[in-house]
C-alpha cells in the first residue's frame, strides 16, 4: 500500500505560480511512476504530467512550457511546479502513483484557483 499526501494549493492570478508537493508513504519502494491528474467539477480526470522511476517525463499538451514535474525518489516526493496560470487550470489536482504490480494510488485532492 501506497499512501499519498498533496500539498502548495491554493489561490493565485492569472500569469502566477504555484508549486504542489505529494509526499508517498508506505510501500513507497514499489512505486514506478509518479504523475498529476486534475478533475473540474463534472468532468473526467485527466493526466496532467507522468514522471517514470528513470526520470522521463511526459505533458498534456496545454501544459506543455508551462508545468514541470520532478521527483525526489531519495524524499519519496513529487512535485509540480506551475507557472503562467490560466483561469482555466483552476481544477482539483490528484497525485498519483503505479506501483510495480500496476496498482493505482490517489491522493486527496488539492484545490488550485486561477483568477483571471
Known amino acids: 500500500q501506497v499512501q499519498l499526501v498533496e500539498s502548495g494549493g491554493g489561490l493565485v492570478q492569472a500569469g502566477g505560480s504555484l508549486s504542489l508537493s505529494c509526499a508517498a508513504s508506505g510501500s513507497s519502494f514499489s512505486i514506478k511512476s509518479m504523475a498529476w491528474y486534475r478533475q473540474g467539477p463534472g468532468k473526467r480526470r485527466d493526466l496532467v504530467a507522468v514522471?517514470?522511476?528513470?526520470?522521463?517525463?511526459n505533458y498534456k499538451d496545454s501544459v506543455k512550457g508551462r508545468f514541470t514535474i520532478s521527483r525526489d525518489n531519495a524524499k519519496n516526493m513529487v512535485y509540480l511546479q506551475m507557472n503562467n496560470l490560466k483561469p482555466e487550470d483552476t481544477n482539483v489536482y490528484y497525485c498519483?502513483?503505479?506501483?510495480?504490480?500496476?496498482?493505482?494510488?490517489w491522493g486527496q485532492g488539492i484545490q488550485v484557483t486561477v483568477s483571471s
Open positions: 514522471i517514470g522511476d528513470g526520470g522521463i517525463t
Open positions: 498519483n502513483a503505479v506501483d510495480q504490480q500496476w496498482l493505482n494510488y
